[in-house]
């Protein structure tokens, strides 16, 4: 079997504030569907580890305790709904408000339509229409994809409460502010480029892998 380099590059970086919470990334040149960047993040151990979600779970609530006030539903993209269940757990320790009228939190995942568009159907729509909504992703660079998500939430009556992240390159979208655990301070040197101008790509670098939010396919 030929060894998978990306994965014994890799190295791992602890959450600044909470030494608990690490994530794995590997430097390179990888493509994700909107940019070209210079590290991939690999956040599977906090999304697929239950000891490990539940400390990504309690550090994320630091984050949004006194920013986010209400929230009646975690709506999860990228794979993250076990950590949302935690983080869900966790909100509903005291200090969150919730208007849900049996004390419980809402966790749910749209769906993605045959031509990707977030839709929801009937059965989850009163998770969402006049709730407070917390998004929780797993990366985010340019941002595109948590844009049309909260674009689908609003469109089924969700109030968009903040977007909760394990990692951002950015505090604010379109005036939604993200609390992410790891920013690209994190990560030294970190870089996004439009794929037309990335340095890589000018000096004649191949590219080693496509990349998104659930991991990488090596080209
Ligand atoms: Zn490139």
């Known amino acids: 079997m030929q060894q998978d380099d990306i994965r014994t590059r890799m190295v791992k970086f602890y959450a600044r504030g909470d030494r608990h ?9 990888f493509a994700t569907s909107q940019s070209h960047i210079n590290y991939y ?10 000891s490990e979600a539940e400390e990504a779970a309690r550090s994320l609530r630091q984050k949004l305790l006194h920013n986010v006030e209400t929230v009646d539903t975690i709506v999860c993209l990228d794979g993250t709904e ?23 939190m809402y966790v749910v995942e749209p769906e993605e339509n045959s031509i990707h568009q977030f839709m929801f159907r009937e059965n989850i729509r009163p998770s969402i229409e006049g709730k407070n909504i917390l998004l929780l992703v797993a990366t985010m660079t340019t941002g595109e ?13 969700g109030i968009i409460q903040g977007v909760a992240a394990i990692f951002s390159t950015t505090t604010d979208i379109d005036g939604t502010k993200v609390y992410p655990l790891f920013d690209q301070e994190d990560l030294p040197g970190y870089a996004t480029y439009a794929p037309h101008e990335c340095p890589f790509c000018k000096q004649g670098t191949p590219l080693e892998a496509m990349v998104n939010a659930y991991g990488y396919s090596k080209l």
Do not use: P, W
Not at 41 to 50: E, F, Q, S
């Open 21 to 29: 919470v690490t994530i794995n990334a590997t430097q390179g040149h």
């Open 41 to 50: 993040i690999d956040v599977t151990r906090l999304k697929v580890r239950v």
């Open 82 to 104: 076990v950590l949302g269940a935690f983080l869900g757990q966790e909100l509903e320790k005291g200090d969150f408000r919730m208007t849900n009228k049996h004390e419980t």
């Open 145 to 157: 994809t948590v844009k049309k998500s909260l674009e689908c939430i609003e469109y089924y009556g």
